[in-house]
Every structure is written in C-alpha cells, then in structure tokens.
C-alpha cells in the first residue's frame, strides 16, 4: 500500500491551496483517513479526518477554513485550505486505516502514511 502526497506550495497569508493523496495498492478497503501535519520544531498533529462514509472532524485551529473530502472511487483524498495563514505553514502528511492483500492473498490491515507535502504560507 503506498500513499502519494501532492498539490503544496507557497502561498499567500488569505490564499488557499489544495492537497491531495491517492491510495495504491492491493486494496480491499480504505476505512479512515486523515491530513496531519509537522511544522518545524512542533509535532505532527490532527489537522482533519473523514470516515469512508463521510464524516468529518477538525482541528478547532482549521474549523471553518478547512474542508476535507474523499472519492472513494478513485481512492484519493482531499484537504481543500482557504484563509491560509502563517502559522499553517508545515509538511502535511496523509494517513489511510487499509485493508489489503499481502502478496499471498491474505487480507492485513494497517496504517500509513504519505510522504507529506510542504505547505509555506508566507509573503
């Protein structure tokens, strides 16, 4: 199971950008998934996460100029940012609870993770 990060970049305090992670792999069943992120010298935290139905929950922090979704069709995930501001500046990082098949057939069931995308939002 591999996740694949994309869409950061530098923007603007008031901009907005998007990120998105596609899901590869033997995949039976993406369940949860989630966007954190690390800023320098901070820890990686919950920035937003989504059931496979839809839900979602935010960090009090994005609430209102974050929007999270998925297509489950196309195993990707979305984190839609508006209002960026400075201190949303850091490496987000996608995370998936997957069931799979190992190369033998057997269903295993995980977590991973992306390689994270740098969002720099800054004048």
């Known amino acids: 199971v591999q996740l694949q990060a994309s869409g950061g970049g530098l923007v603007q305090p008031g901009g907005s950008l998007s990120v998105s992670c596609v899901v590869s792999?033997?995949?039976?069943?993406?369940?949860?998934m989630g966007w954190y992120r690390q800023a320098p010298g901070k820890q990686r935290e919950l920035v937003a996460s989504?059931?496979?139905?839809?839900?979602?929950n935010y960090a009090a922090s994005v609430k209102g100029r974050f929007t999270i979704s998925r297509d489950n069709a196309k195993n990707t995930l979305y984190l839609q940012m508006n209002t960026l501001r400075p201190e949303d500046t850091a490496v987000y990082y996608c995370?998936?609870?997957?069931?799979?098949?190992?190369?033998?057939?057997?269903?295993?069931?995980?977590?991973?993770w992306g390689q994270g995308t740098l969002v720099t939002v800054s004048s």
């Open positions: 989504i059931t496979s139905d839809g839900n979602s």
């Open positions: 792999g033997r995949l039976l069943r993406i369940n949860d």
């Open positions: 995370n998936a609870d997957v069931n799979s098949y190992t190369d033998t057939g057997e269903m295993e069931a995980g977590y991973y």
